[in-house]
């Protein structure tokens, strides 16, 4: 026995997220099983990428002059499939770091999120959490993995895993750089063995890879940079194939920006609005960026730099002569060109919007839907296109069936003569913001009020101070100017003077003590007897209601109690303030309608004394 040739195998353990995780995707993910060819062609096309990288900075590699490809080779009898790539490979330390453990927190993230919901979310989320390699379990129990690092120093090693719960490696001797995987197909699966299968899949996801796939000795993609062509040479099918292909959807996108540019700077462009929102805008997207190529050269999937954070959700191509191709990660970062290239695509994308906008409000309004949300954040971050921004904002609007949205624009066409100001209410939903006695006013004298149903808005609202000179003002504040002649004429007979309501508003002052910043008599409410209003310097109650979800300290603001000197009920107290302003059932009362109203803001704390006390009062109304 040649003792030479006995290398040992080393025998390793998953680490138990990634044995859950692999239950997950051969017991739940079974809906595309066709993905995880999409999966290891992307794969192979980055080892290629980071291999023509080297190569582009001089650096010696094994292998230099072998051709840049994916092979793919079926076995349709024996149901075997292979595919090998000329790429970077992979050490023995790659293989125990990348394919051994989950490394994408997004994954883990991901995993938790599937545990609370108890089921896999709809579409295909496989490819976007860093779990790629691990889908061809689904197709197969058994998966090697042959591979030699372009390295010049480096091994040829064999990994070896069922996937359940451990896996092998082993020392080999393998000649050419690069990887190849092979398996079995599970028998169910087993027509992912015949040609015309795998080549209508690699069609479908894999299209434009930028390297030559070959199955056998034939070609199955188009290595096509696209956005080179000029705007009347993309067909339709093509341009939702190629959105399919760089931004992983399976539906096509809402639409296209074709961009050639050449001056100060020069590149091309084929960005992309998705049909849909991610699961979580904010969270899910924080990865993305553009794809940028050099010249047709492809130098990264993630270009962050191009895009502001509020148009993240775009998605594309961009492709520069003005960039060297061995460009490094962090010299893209500060390129006065990735800058300026930024700058344009910002103004681009903000004119199709506003073009949207105008001319196809179905598709503006999905848009918004869908991306609104972080769109509206560019208010606050970019100053330079914030009037672009502002205009294509769009609201819930009181002049408006809940659903329908108006811009700023649109409130302005309708402002009543004398109205200087473009009023707003925020709240949680449409519903509960309807209900708010401080809209009484507005909604009798037939003023429109935007409601700002979104958690968002209240960042971004109050720091629109005006708009077209208008200020911006929320309602249940207390510096509004309200028309005071309102109602001089029908003022009935039984109306307080000046002197009732005096006393009355000092009972009320006496009884609610420190509760209240003060109490005052109010000219916006019509059918509720009292209101509660910030003071000018006070926090939105929205914005409030947000920082304490934020767990953020706030010290909420006294709040003051606004009186309808018209209502009944006000009227009816002061009735008994005259009789005897001691009278305890005055006192409960007026307790009783600063909870209504706290009640009604969401604030109140202790609904047990609430409801004894109502109790208390329904039992004296009854005797
Ligand atoms: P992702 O590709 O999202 O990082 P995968 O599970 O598909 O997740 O792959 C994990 C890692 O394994 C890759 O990031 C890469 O480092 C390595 N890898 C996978 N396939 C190959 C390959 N064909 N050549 C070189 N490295 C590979």
Do not use: C
């Amino acid at each position: 026995m040649a003792k030479s040739s006995i290398k040992s195998k080393k025998t390793y353990k998953f680490k138990a997220e990634l044995t859950q995780l692999l239950h997950m995707i051969v017991h739940s993910l079974y809906t595309h099983p066709e993905v995880f060819l999409r999966e290891l062609i992307s794969n192979a096309s980055d080892a290629l990428n980071k291999v023509r990288f080297l190569q582009l900075t001089d650096q010696e590699i094994t292998d230099p002059d072998a051709d840049l490809k994916i092979s793919i080779n079926l076995d349709t009898k024996k149901q075997l499939f292979s595919i090998e790539d000329s790429g970077i490979g992979m050490t023995e330390e790659d293989l125990i770091k990348s394919i051994g453990t989950v490394a994408n927190s997004g994954t883990l993230k991901f995993l938790e999120e599937i545990q609370k919901k108890g089921k896999v979310p709809e579409g295909d989320l496989i490819g976007q959490f860093g779990v790629g390699f691990y889908s061809v379990f689904m197709v197969t129990d058994e998966v090697v993995i042959e591979t030699r690092h372009a390295d010049p120093g480096s091994k040829g090693y064999r990994w070896t895993s069922n996937g359940q719960g451990s896996f092998t490696i082993e020392e080999i001797d393998r000649k050419k750089r690069g990887t190849s995987i092979s398996f079995r197909l599970k028998d169910e699966h087993k027509d992912f063995s015949e040609d015309y299968r795998v080549k209508s899949t690699i069609q479908k996801y894999s299209n434009f890879v930028g390297f030559p796939i070959e199955i056998g000795k034939e070609k199955a993609n188009t290595v096509d940079a696209l956005w080179r062509r000029s705007k009347d040479e993309l067909k339709e099918d093509e341009l939702i194939e190629f959105y399919k292909f760089v931004a992983n959807d399976f539906e096509a996108p809402l639409g296209h920006l074709h961009l050639s540019l050449e001056g100060a700077v020069n590149f091309k462009a084929l960005l992309f609005v998705p049909p849909k929102a991610p699961m979580n805008l904010f969270y899910d997207l924080e990865d993305k960026g553009l794809h940028l190529y050099s010249n047709r050269i492809f130098i990264q999937d993630d270009a962050k730099e191009l895009l502001p954070e509020y148009l993240k959700f775009i998605r594309g191509v961009v492709d520069t002569e003005d960039l060297p191709l061995n460009i490094s990660r962090e010299v893209t970062q500060h390129s006065p060109v990735m800058a300026k290239i930024k700058t344009i695509l910002t103004t681009r994308i903000l004119n199709m919007l506003e073009d949207w906008s105008k001319n196809d409000l179905g598709k503006f309004e999905k848009f918004y839907n869908n991306f609104g949300m972080l769109f509206k954040t560019g208010v606050n971050s970019d100053f330079g296109n914030r009037d672009k921004i502002i205009k294509l904002l769009r609201f819930e609007s009181t002049a408006k069936p809940k659903g329908e949205l108006v811009s700023l624009d649109d409130y302005i066409t309708r402002m009543k003569k004398k109205q200087k100001e473009i009023y707003y209410l925020s709240g949680e939903d449409r519903d509960i913001v309807e209900r708010n006695p401080n809209l009484e006013y507005f909604r009798k004298n037939d003023i429109e009020v935007l409601l700002l149903t979104d958690p968002v808005d209240v960042f971004v609202i109050p720091s629109i101070n005006e708009y077209d000179k208008k200020p911006l003002k929320s309602i249940d504040k207390a510096d509004i100017t309200l028309d005071d002649e309102k109602d001089k004429d029908s003022k009935d007979d039984d109306s307080l003077n000046e002197t009732m309501i005096n006393s009355l508003i000092s009972v009320f002052k006496e009884t609610l003590g420190d509760k209240v910043a003060d109490v005052t008599v109010s000219k916006r409410l019509v059918n509720s007897p009292v209101t509660l209003v910030v003071g000018k310097e006070g926090l939105d109650p929205q914005m409030e209601r947000m920082m304490k979800i934020m767990n953020q300290e706030v010290t909420p603001r006294k709040k003051i109690l606004e009186i309808n000197s018209g209502h009944h009920l006000i009227k009816n107290l002061s009735r008994l303030n005259i009789g005897d302003s001691k009278d305890p059932l005055l006192r409960k009362s007026i307790l009783q309608l600063y909870e209504s109203a706290m009640l009604i803001d969401g604030n109140l704390t202790n609904p047990t004394e609430f409801v004894q006390r109502l109790n208390e009062i329904m039992e004296e109304a009854t005797k």
